[in-house]
């Protein structure tokens, strides 16, 4: 787990932590059950990517496993990053362990939501879709990104065995 690496542009700290603790206010007050989560097709939340972030993010779709999985450390981190949000002048590209948290918090948002979140000045892949797959045996068809538009993406397939007749695709697209 990485901490945030923005100290060469210590400007954007604060819209970072913004955007990072808003997402798990956001994610924290719209829980909901597991029994709600199965009977609910839960929708994509369309979003415009914050001019802090590099790169684009597609629409957010929580995985309510990964959340459930996450909740406790979230909570925790919710209480541990309240203090800035509620005194935003402390909010400092070099408070190591702010970042710390702010990285731990990413981590796990990008896990929830199943893409990269990156900062304008880290060095990392930018912000966008990710595919991570892992199957023992692919009998029909196991297709990573199919897509019209993507607009950035990061495919990881494994599996064990690809009988005759099965087929493994990482992305096919009308643009990416």
């Excluded at 002048?89 to 070099?94: F, K, L, T, V």
């Excluded at 990008?110 to 797959?133: A, H, L």
């Excluded at 199957?135 to 065995?161: L, N």
Aim: charged share 30%; aromatic share 4%; proline share 4%.
């Amino acid at each position: 787990m990485e901490p945030i690496s923005i100290t060469l542009a210590g400007a954007i700290a604060g819209p970072a932590f913004a955007f990072l603790f808003g997402r798990l206010t956001r994610l924290l007050d719209n829980r909901v059950s597991k029994a709600d989560a199965n009977a609910l097709e839960l929708e994509a939340e369309e979003i415009e990517t914050p001019e802090v972030v590099q790169g684009v993010l597609q629409p957010l779709r929580v995985d309510e496993d990964q959340l459930e999985r996450r909740l406790d450390e979230l909570e925790e981190l919710a209480g541990r990053l309240g203090v800035y949000d509620r005194n935003p002048d402390r909010i400092q590209s070099e408070d190591d362990k702010l970042l710390e948290n702010m990285g731990r918090l990413r981590n796990h948002l990008e896990c929830i939501y199943g893409q990269r979140i990156t900062f304008v000045g880290e060095r990392r892949p930018i912000s966008g879709s990710r595919v991570d797959q892992s199957v023992d045996v692919v009998e029909g068809d196991m297709t990573g990104i199919d897509g019209k538009s993507v607009r950035g993406a990061h495919v990881t397939q494994r599996s064990q065995h690809i009988p005759a007749g099965g087929k493994v695709i990482g992305i096919r697209a009308d643009e990416v």
